[in-house]
């Protein structure tokens, strides 16, 4: 490789790596999902998200204007094939407080579960149980979890495909156990950048399809159906994610959500109905990353 060609890409993995700690930054900030004092369980699976999750935290902890600590949790449930060395050999160059919970949570789903059905619902049900008890044994405030922001789009077309809500998933929530913070902090990253990155680290990937479980149809379908339009129209995706942080209760339907029987006569609510309008609506999407606009407040670079 010649210098030049080295130096270029070098310059473009500078910007990707700039990229995704202003991302990850912003998040934590929009949603403060960190505080003074937090100690955040970083949930290690093995998986780019999750590598990338960690080497974002580990900068912030070392810049941020706060202090907090972190610690690392994988959960080894016994698949057949799972390389238990790699991580344990990873996290031993980083510096870093770990924890391996090693549960049979496989002989358990494949007992219960006939064989030919999806057993996803049940080993999500039981790690999530596995991962609550975990950060009360270890002290944990706060959850982090390596959903970014792809991961988000996909779930709010599955909830509406398949459930009828207009829901996805949030950047911060409560557990259903009501005793934890769950923080998602790359919820502004694109997955695509953050394979890119993962690529550039040469992470040692743990394949995810292990248990030899089906992958989830509807959620395949969805994310080709996001792929495609990517493709076709360029900004559609953007465009989608900036909708879900621009949420207009009056203009829908949910009688829950807005007080539409006590709304009067005379009363103006986000502009009033412009249904007879002419709609003023772009040709194309209105971009807003950091190629087009530098929204973040702080340097955490």
């Keep these: ?50 590598y990338t999750l960690l080497d974002m935290l580990q900068h912030l902890q070392r810049v941020a204007p706060i202090k907090f600590d972190l610690f690392v949790v994988n959960l080894d449930q016994k698949q057949p094939g799972f390389p238990e060395h790699v991580l344990p050999a990873y996290l031993d160059t980083q510096n870093i407080e770990y924890k391996i919970v090693e549960e049979d949570t496989y002989s358990i789903v494949t007992d219960i579960i006939p064989e030919g059905k999806t057993t ?26 390596g959903h970014h922001r792809d991961d988000m789009i996909e779930t709010l077309f599955l909830n509406m495909f398949y459930g009828g809500k207009l829901k996805s998933m949030p950047a911060k929530l409560m557990s259903d156990n009501g005793e934890h913070m769950v923080i998602r902090p790359l919820a502004y990253c694109k997955e695509t950048d953050i394979e890119q990155y993962a690529i550039s680290q040469a992470y040692p990937i743990i394949p995810c399809n292990l248990c030899g479980s089906q992958e989830n149809l509807q959620r395949k379908h969805t994310k080709a159906m996001l792929a495609q339009w990517d493709i076709e129209h360029p900004g559609r995706i953007e465009s989608i994610f900036t909708a879900m942080q621009n949420v207009v209760p009056s203009h829908l339907a949910d009688n829950e959500l807005f007080d539409f029987t006590n709304l009067k006569t005379g009363e103006v609510i986000d502009g009033g109905d412009i249904a007879l309008d002419k709609p003023d609506i772009p040709k194309q999407p209105v971009l807003n990353d950091d190629e087009t606009a530098d929204v973040v407040t702080i340097n955490l670079s």
Excluded: P
Excluded at 14 to 26: F, I
Excluded at 37 to 42: F, K, L, N, Q, T
Excluded at 122 to 144: D, F, V
């Design 120 to 145: 996803c619902s049940l080993c999500s049900r039981l790690r999530r149980g596995i991962l609550y008890r975990t950060a009360n044994e270890m002290g944990a405030t706060k959850i982090a979890l």
């Design 1 to 50: 490789m010649s210098h030049s060609v080295q130096a270029k890409a070098q310059h473009s993995l500078s910007k990707l790596q700039k990229r995704l700690r202003r991302q990850t930054g912003q998040a934590v900030m929009d949603f403060n999902m960190i505080e003074e004092g937090d100690r955040i369980m970083v949930c290690l699976s093995g998986g780019k998200d999750s």
